[in-house]
Every structure is written in structure tokens, then in C-alpha cells.
């Protein structure tokens, strides 16, 4: 994607405050005094057979993008890749959980757009409100900040079990699931409380790809602590056969400023590459606001693990310790 936006002029109206200088999450524009939009789009193929799932996880993963800046979902619109032939009663499921998933998230769905493609597509382009002065981006990290994960890795994993294996474990697919259907509005809330530095989410990039991002808009180094990082159960012992597309892409892209040090399995650092579906928030916080950050997020379902920290060091770079 650098390559592509290599050529691009880069807007220069005052009004942006967050564009794709930094890879951010989401886009935020000044519409005036006191008041931002940010705005987001992003699209889902099916890594589960039902369709109502399917749209709860696609819309979490496109309204994780505004939670993840900060901001406060308003309205939704559903784009739609759909096979024409298909039955659209899979179609009316798909839009049903996603609309459920926009209505827990206080926000509405305002319409949408549809075309013809031979592989269903689906997901969201987000507006929000966010208050100018209280933006998180993932370029503000601060040296000594711990790092908290909301969410466990392993969607790929997940993924590739649905497509290839004839009946996933249904401890890993209730697990998976639930974690891909769950909101980060929770996560976004208490970050917000806590005086977070920096936050990005866990999507296509995958953890490392994504911190590399923080890192390099920081100017920071950061440290994963490999056996701190929560997983989906049995995706760990399921990933040495069963790697992720994006593994390879991501890591392709990222591997040069990611650094292992020490015993870090090779399914684990599989795990680390390969893209997530609707993941978590990754949130750098100082230490002293980690317990706060748990005790308002743990009681209500939402997971808050310390992951590692924010570091001196070359910036932009990311090692891995055992």
C-alpha cells in the first residue's frame, strides 16, 4: 500500500488532522470548534458459513476502526460484493447481523451499495464524532508505556480451519466467534478514561504489522513479550498446518524492522503475522493506569492483557523476547 500511495499528493487542508501520513486507523476531519468527524471504510470475505455471524464480524471489524481513534460510531453504510445468482435470503442475514451490530454500538444504518462479485464481500463505511482534543492515534506511544492487548490472536488460524477441515473444534470456533462479534467500544471507552498515549487495532497487518506502524509513527522501538500474548484455544497447536494468506504478506512487508531474540516457537511467530478479523485494541498506556484500564474493562467481558512496552531504542522497529 506505501507503494501505491508513493505518488499521491498529500491533501494540506488544515481541517484533516489525522490522514495517511501515519497509517492511522481512520481519517479525522475538523468540522468545527470542538468537534471532529472520523471516518472509516473496510470489507470482509466470510470466515464463517453463517451469514448472520459472518455480518456481526465484518461490522465489528469496520466500527473497530473508529473505536480504536477514540471516537463515537453515528452512522453506517453497508457495501456489498454479492453474487447475483445467490440466494439473497443470505444476503438479508448477512445485513441483519450487521445491523445489529451497529445498533449495539448506539450508531444507525443509513444505506448502502451493492455490486455484482463472484466472492461475497462485506462491511461498513463508518462516520463518527470524536472531540479534536482527545484523538488517539498510533503515533504517540511514549517511552515506558506498557502495552495491553484487548482481544487474542488466532482469527487466521480460525479462518483457514473453517475452510479446510469438515467440523472445527467448537471450543476454538465458540471462542473465535464471540471474539470477532465483540464490540472494542468497551476497550475504546476506558482508554479514553485511562489518558491512553496511543492505540491502533489488530486487523489485516496482524500485530506486528500494525505495531510497526506505532513504532514508526512514535519514533519509538517496542517489545513483545512472546508468552504474555493471549490465544484463541488450540490455534497455537493447530498453526503449523494451517498458515494464514496474510502471514506471508505481512511478513514480506514488515519483516525487516521486527527483530526476534531468544526461543519464540514458529507457530507463534506465525500467529504474529497473519491478519486478524475484527481483533482487538493494542493501547499503550503508562504502567501506573494499567490496573485502572483492566478493572473497567475485565468485569465487562473484555480482555486486557500486558503485552510488552514501549522502549528506547532504533524507532520503528519491533523484537520479540520468549
Given at each position: 500500500?506505501?507503494?501505491?500511495?508513493?505518488?499521491?499528493?498529500?491533501?494540506?487542508?488544515?481541517?484533516?488532522?489525522?490522514?495517511?501520513?501515519?497509517?492511522?486507523?481512520?481519517?479525522?476531519?475538523?468540522?468545527?470548534?470542538?468537534?471532529?468527524?472520523?471516518?472509516?471504510?473496510?470489507?470482509?470475505?466470510?470466515?464463517?458459513?453463517?451469514?448472520?455471524?459472518?455480518?456481526?464480524?465484518?461490522?465489528?471489524?469496520?466500527?473497530?476502526?473508529?473505536?480504536?481513534?477514540?471516537?463515537?460510531?453515528?452512522?453506517?453504510?453497508?457495501?456489498?460484493?454479492?453474487?447475483?445468482?445467490?440466494?439473497?435470503?443470505?444476503?438479508?442475514?448477512?445485513?441483519?447481523?450487521?445491523?445489529?451490530?451497529?445498533?449495539?454500538?448506539?450508531?444507525?444504518?443509513?444505506?448502502?451499495?451493492?455490486?455484482?462479485?463472484?466472492?461475497?464481500?462485506?462491511?461498513?463505511?463508518?462516520?463518527?464524532?470524536?472531540?479534536?482534543k482527545r484523538i488517539i492515534?498510533?503515533?504517540?506511544?511514549?517511552?515506558?508505556?506498557?502495552?495491553?492487548?484487548?482481544k487474542p490472536l488466532g482469527?487466521?488460524?480460525?479462518?483457514?480451519?473453517?475452510?479446510?477441515?469438515?467440523?472445527?473444534?467448537?471450543?476454538?470456533?465458540?471462542?473465535?466467534?464471540?471474539?470477532?462479534?465483540?464490540?472494542?467500544?468497551?476497550?475504546?471507552?476506558?482508554?479514553?478514561?485511562?489518558?491512553?498515549?496511543?492505540?491502533?487495532?489488530?486487523?489485516?497487518?496482524?500485530?506486528?504489522?500494525?505495531?510497526?506502524?506505532?513504532?514508526?509513527?512514535?519514533?519509538?522501538?517496542?517489545?513483545?513479550?512472546?508468552?504474555?500474548?493471549?490465544?484463541?484455544?488450540?490455534?497455537?497447536?493447530?498453526?503449523?498446518?494451517?498458515?494464514?494468506?496474510?502471514?506471508?504478506?505481512?511478513?514480506?512487508?514488515?519483516?525487516?524492522?521486527?527483530?526476534?531474540?531468544?526461543?519464540?516457537?514458529?507457530?507463534?511467530?506465525?500467529?504474529?503475522?497473519?491478519?486478524?478479523?475484527?481483533?482487538?485494541?493494542?493501547?499503550?498506556?503508562?504502567?501506573?493506569?494499567?490496573?485502572?484500564?483492566?478493572?473497567?474493562?475485565?468485569?465487562?467481558?473484555?480482555?486486557?492483557?500486558?503485552?510488552?512496552?514501549?522502549?528506547?531504542?532504533?524507532?520503528?522497529?519491533?523484537?520479540?523476547?520468549?
Amino acid at each position: 500500500m506505501a507503494q501505491a500511495l508513493e505518488g499521491l499528493e498529500r491533501p494540506d487542508d488544515p481541517r484533516l488532522l489525522v490522514g495517511i501520513s501515519t497509517a492511522d486507523d481512520a481519517g479525522v476531519f475538523l468540522l468545527e470548534e470542538g468537534l471532529a468527524l472520523v471516518q472509516t471504510v473496510d470489507l470482509l470475505t466470510p470466515m464463517v458459513e453463517d451469514p448472520y455471524t459472518f455480518g456481526r464480524i465484518a461490522a465489528a471489524n469496520s466500527l473497530s476502526d473508529v473505536y480504536a481513534m477514540g471516537g463515537t460510531p453515528l452512522t453506517a453504510l453497508n457495501v456489498v460484493g454479492f453474487p447475483a445468482p445467490m440466494d439473497k435470503r443470505v444476503l438479508g442475514e448477512i445485513l441483519r447481523g450487521g445491523q445489529d451490530a451497529v445498533t449495539e454500538a448506539g450508531a444507525v444504518v443509513a444505506g448502502g451499495h451493492t455490486f455484482n462479485e463472484k466472492e461475497i464481500k462485506y462491511g461498513l463505511s463508518v462516520t463518527g464524532r470524536i472531540d479534536p482534543k482527545r484523538i488517539i492515534t498510533n503515533a504517540a506511544a511514549r517511552v515506558g508505556d506498557a502495552l495491553v492487548l484487548t482481544k487474542p490472536l488466532g482469527c487466521g488460524v480460525f479462518a483457514q480451519a473453517t475452510m479446510t477441515q469438515d467440523e472445527v473444534d467448537p471450543e476454538l470456533y465458540e471462542a473465535a466467534t464471540a471474539s470477532m462479534m465483540q464490540l472494542n467500544r468497551v476497550a475504546s471507552e476506558a482508554m479514553l478514561a485511562c489518558d491512553a498515549s496511543a492505540a491502533t487495532d489488530i486487523t489485516g497487518y496482524g500485530l506486528l504489522g500494525h505495531t510497526q506502524e506505532m513504532a514508526e509513527g512514535s519514533g519509538v522501538r517496542v517489545r513483545f513479550h512472546a508468552r504474555a500474548i493471549p490465544f484463541l484455544p488450540k490455534v497455537v497447536e493447530m498453526a503449523a498446518g494451517l498458515q494464514d494468506p496474510g502471514t506471508t504478506m505481512n511478513e514480506s512487508s514488515f519483516a525487516s524492522r521486527v527483530e526476534w531474540r531468544g526461543d519464540v516457537p514458529a507457530p507463534v511467530r506465525g500467529i504474529l503475522w497473519e491478519s486478524q478479523s475484527s481483533g482487538g485494541l493494542l493501547v499503550a498506556l503508562r504502567p501506573e493506569r494499567v490496573r485502572d484500564f483492566q478493572k473497567r474493562v475485565q468485569p465487562r467481558g473484555v480482555l486486557a492483557a500486558v503485552v510488552g512496552e514501549v522502549t528506547a531504542g532504533e524507532p520503528g522497529t519491533v523484537e520479540v523476547v520468549p
